[in-house]
């Protein structure tokens, strides 16, 4: 229990404070696993031009919340360009009652320049090396939420759903291969509308440990999926539900509220959760 909660909590969706000027999506998740509560996340997403800033956070509730105190916050910067973003900056930080650990990360042009992990990963003999190849063409784990739609294609053309998105965590390089499965049509406050529904797959790169159980489940894993809502404004799609089989059950995070401030409005300043601008200065790509 005390893995996948913590594996939960750092899916702390991520970000700064608010842009002065913003379009600014903000969506509260409902986190269960095996069909028991789990814990809630709060994410808060700004646009200005080609920039995003994001924030959030995520708490475990309940019994969860009793026998690991897990709690996690997380930011994410960048522009948006293309179909995958640039990320400038990430930062995440996750808790338990026993221990904690924060990641920082400075990234330029798709390549990470700086990692910093505190504390740093034990080694491990199974631990698959990161080479550089690895940290070039990359998204930091909260910027890869951002799916920009396809030029020639609306919001909810089934090819938005097929893409490679290549991730970068500070400490391991995955992939996550999504296909279209279908379209649905949901409902959920503040939203009402089409979703497309992405297959999803986990493909390991390097950093992970490839003995580990739970690393072969999750590459042998069929039973993933992403639900993907439009916006308009910055022209992509965002989740709205997420579904991961577990070696223990399902885990699902649903969105319980949906809202999207519109162009031009001044977003609500708030807290800096993890300064990654601050803590990273980008030096030369490792």
């Not at 600014?24 to 200005?48: C, E, M, Q, W």
């Not at 400075?106 to 631990?127: F, M, T």
Request: glycine share 10%; net charge positive.
């Amino acid at each position: 229990m005390r893995l996948i909660a913590s594996a939960f909590v750092t899916l702390a969706f991520a970000g700064f404070g608010s842009l002065a000027q913003a379009e600014t999506l903000r969506v509260s998740y409902d986190i269960s696993l095996a069909g028991l509560p789990l814990g809630k996340a709060d994410l808060s997403s700004s646009f200005a031009g080609s920039k995003y800033e994001m924030e959030g956070k995520a708490k475990l509730t309940g019994l969860a919340m009793v026998l690991t105190g897990g709690r996690g916050e997380a930011s994410a910067s960048g522009t948006l360009a293309g179909s995958t973003p640039q990320s400038t900056a990430f930062a995440v930080l996750s808790k338990t009652s026993d221990n904690q650990r924060s990641v920082r990360m400075g990234l330029r042009s798709g390549r990470v320049a700086k990692v910093e992990i505190d504390p740093p990963l034990e080694p491990k003999p199974d631990r698959v090396p990161v080479k550089a190849a690895d940290k070039r063409g990359v998204v930091d784990p909260m910027s890869a939420l951002l799916m920009p739609a396809l030029d020639a294609k609306s919001l909810t053309d089934p090819a938005n759903c097929d893409r490679t998105i290549p991730v970068f965590d500070g400490a391991s390089r995955l992939d996550v291969v999504l296909s279209y499965g279908e379209t649905k049509k949901v409902e959920v406050p503040g939203y009402s509308g089409p979703v497309l529904v992405c297959n999803a797959r986990y493909v390991p790169i390097s950093g992970h440990r490839s003995e580990r159980p739970a690393t072969k489940f999750m590459q042998e894993n069929r039973d993933m999926s992403v639900w993907l809502a439009p916006v308009e404004g910055p022209r992509l799609l965002f989740p709205l539900k997420v579904s991961v089989r577990t070696m223990i059950g399902m885990g699902e995070m649903q969105a319980s509220a949906w809202s999207l401030e519109g162009d031009g409005k001044a977003a609500v300043p708030t807290r800096k959760a993890v300064r990654a601008d601050e803590a990273i200065q980008a030096g030369a790509v490792q």
